[in-house]
């Protein structure tokens, strides 16, 4: 690769995926017929002081074809990405929203907005989504410093982005895990309350779909539990997230497999 | 009817040195070096906003003197060339030395055969890690590409810079000490430069990927106390 110098009339500017397209490193866009694997349970919960995500760790697709997979991750210091669908185009997505993060803020030295992240994914979703069937559905979490405040957004097949107040979820998971989130979000959350609540959403979908995996006590793999907040993003210790899922696990021992009457 | 005068290399070289220096010579002058714990980036600059120094990639910094508008043509490219060689490859294999490289190439080109030779001076600064030594490569207007084995100065007033900060400098000293000889350089003798007028980077293991930190004239002031 040589030096990429362009003219004034066509300098892709501060955006990496404008310049990768330029250059002919951005993923193809060539139509394909082949299905990938697909199948998740991510969850965004809003609280006081910013926002909790919770992801399942379990990539399916006619088999279990992995148990550790990691659907989320700091796109920086104050943005969380996670993603759904097919995993090659997922880790691809992540990547490039990464870079591209960082690429506009040393090209410009200034960060990009909260919102200004969320809108420019837009058109990279839509570019992949309607020209493939390896669609990717992420989900899009931070701390907006400059209104000093949690923030969610999500996206459709289609690249279009909505800004979320309460919580998100994606994934093949996402009918069981939003049902628990629809019965126990409250405005008033806590941290410890949105933990508790993302982590019981995460469990009832790892109950209820084959394609979400629970907490696996036999290889000690629990969900991913992340907070991002005025600190940035911070992920749960895997002891930490361990302790909450086996309590979770004993109340429903001593319930029979159901909440029973509470949400717990 | 045109009429064409045969102009030797030489002369046409030296014509052209000669304009490249005098570019580079209206701007203010940076100094670069090496301190115990990293390198240190320091630049007279009057705007805020305009930058002279620059992150490029986690262990790589750019500085430029000269005409604005070109270095920092020069410094996009470069973050362009960092982020698509680090997607492209690994993180790892972005190597200052290739980098350093390609800019000596494009001056190079530029003043054999560009319209005008451009009126910049640049330097691509490494930190070292396991895998890679710490560097200062100093490229000049016409190409040449120097490995600079401590500090670096860029800048019109180059040669009595040079001096001033090497009579305090044989040895490699703390970023406190590197950052107070190097305004002193920067200023000579006979005046001072305001924390405000100073531009100052450091590339420096914080436990972080990114090495690169732009100081704020508060830290600087507090360093320069």
Redesign the interface.
Known sequence: MGLPLYDAHSDPGPSFFQYAQTAGFAPSQHASTLESPHATTVIAVRYDAGVVMVGDRQATGNYIASRDVRKIEAADRFTAIAISGTAARGIEFIRMAQLSFEHYEKMTDSALSLEGKANYLSPIIQRNNLSTPLIVIPLLAGWDPSHRVGRIFEYDGAGGCYERFDFATIGSGTPFAENTLRLGFRTDLDREGALELGAIALYEAGDNDPSTGGPDFVRNIYPMMVTITEQGFQELDVDDVAARFRSINDRRTQSGGVAGGTLR | MSNYFYVSPEQLTKDRAEFAQKGIARGRSMVAAIYDNGVLLVAENPSA?L?KI???YDRIAFAGAGKYNEFD??R??????A??????YSREDVDARALAN??A??LGDMFTEGQKPLEVEILVAQLGSTIRPTKLYRIAYEGTISDEPRFAVLGGEAEAIRERFAANEESVHSLQETLKNAVGALAGPDRTIATSELEVGILEDRGAR?TFLRLTDEQVSELLR
């Open positions: 906003s930058n620059s992150e490029i043509r020069l996009e490219a470069g973050i362009r060339w982020d698509g060689t680090g997607f492209t390609y800019y190439q494009h990114r």
